[in-house]
């Protein structure tokens, strides 16, 4: 890779990346972030895959479901083409060190560097008193994930850019606070793609969403044909038919988003698309975009449900993926430990 992560560092590549068992993953998720955590496999040595279940009990989560929805995220990740024996594979919480980082970076991320945060904002509403510090605290803890492992490179939606902004500022300030130059990498997002801002079937004002209520804004990578019909149709759009040319999407919200969902997902240019179906009326392009939608993901669904179906051989991978997150996080953090002055016998 071209851009270096951060001049001083000199350790290894590595890539890492999360998704929340919050409820089972989208399109948005899979194009904006799944997609990549794939085709980043062949093109460096580590790629480390974590089910961030510490961050789902920010949206208080039934405990009885919560260890069944991690499986089911990671048979996502695999059934989309992540690799177990290339990658490693495991779930947030069965590396305790995460929690530990998280402290320590506490105590180096500033109130005010949070309090910018507007996934904080989005979420909270006018309400934001009530929430927990957890959620508040969210992008810190996602700062210890990516920095126990020195991970250089993070795949990502466009909706976690200043999530990641905020861990290069605390790599940066543990480095210059504890006279180590270099100790942590300054993590670069990977954002780009045509996937990377997917918004919600009903509103183009928002990002499609795992936590909206209604499941009508989102394509789930289990939904079946008969589903995705049903939610494409029922999609939000205007009365004028598709426009001819990509100047003619502006101001079209909703529009532009089923176009580029038809893009992404079909490998084409917006162009491409509205040179065949502009000047038509939604009639046409919504089965046809329906259709685009069941063949791609009839087959990460199928695999889903094959997964799914022997948890055994899933936590299996799982536990194997824990261990080897351990062995590189634990000596990482043993060094934090001893720079920030911690006790040892
Ligand atoms: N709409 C989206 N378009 C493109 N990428 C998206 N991502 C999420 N929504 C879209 C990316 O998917 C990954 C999942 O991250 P997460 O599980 O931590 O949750 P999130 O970013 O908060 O996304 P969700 O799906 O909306 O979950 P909830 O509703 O639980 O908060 C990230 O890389 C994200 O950028």
Not at 100 to 112: H, K, T
Not at 232 to 240: E, F, G, H, I, R
Not at 265 to 286: I, Q, R, T
Not at 321 to 336: L, Y
């Amino acid at each position: 890779m071209t851009d270096a992560p951060s001049p001083a560092y000199k350790g290894p590549e590595r890539v890492f990346s999360g998704m929340q068992p919050t409820n089972g993953l989208h399109l948005g998720n899979y194009l904006g972030a799944l997609q990549k955590f794939v085709a980043l496999q062949g093109k460096f040595q580590e790629c480390i895959y974590c089910v961030v279940d510490l961050h789902a009990i920010t949206a208080g989560p039934d405990p009885k479901e919560l260890a069944a929805k991690s499986r089911e995220v990671a048979a996502a990740y695999l059934a989309a083409g992540v690799d177990p024996k290339r990658s490693i594979v495991f779930v947030q919480s069965a590396v305790r060190e995460h929690s530990e980082l998280a402290w320590v970076f506490n105590c180096i991320a500033r109130m005010g560097w949070l309090e910018r945060m507007t996934q904080f904002k989005d979420k909270a509403g006018k309400h934001a008193e009530r929430m927990s510090v957890g959620l508040f605290d969210y992008p810190v803890l996602q700062a210890a994930d990516i920095l126990l492992y020195k991970a250089t490179h993070v795949p990502v939606g466009e909706d976690q850019k200043q999530h990641l902004e905020l861990s290069r500022d605390i790599a940066q300030k543990f480095n210059n606070d504890y006279d180590a130059p270099g100790f942590f990498p300054l993590p670069e997002p990977l954002i780009q793609g045509p996937g990377a801002r997917i918004m919600s079937l009903r509103d183009g004002s928002k990002k499609m969403s795992k936590s909206d209520p209604s499941d009508l804004t989102r394509i789930n990578l289990t939904d079946d044909a008969d589903a995705i019909l049903q939610k494409v149709k029922k999609a939000t759009t205007d009365p004028n038919p598709l426009p001819e040319s990509k100047a003619g999407l502006a101001g079209r919200a909703e529009v532009e988003n089923l176009v580029g969902i038809y893009a992404a997902v079909s490998e084409l240019s917006v162009e491409d698309v509205l040179n065949e179906f502009g000047g038509k009326g939604f009639g046409a392009f919504k089965p046809a975009l329906a259709e685009v939608l069941a063949v791609k993901l009839a087959p990460i669904a199928a695999e889903m449900r094959r997964l799914n179906a022997d948890p055994a051989a899933l936590d299996a991978i799982l536990q194997d993926g824990a261990g080897r997150a351990r062995a590189i996080a634990a000596p990482i953090m043993d060094e934090v430990r001893e720079r920030v002055g911690f006790w040892r016998a």
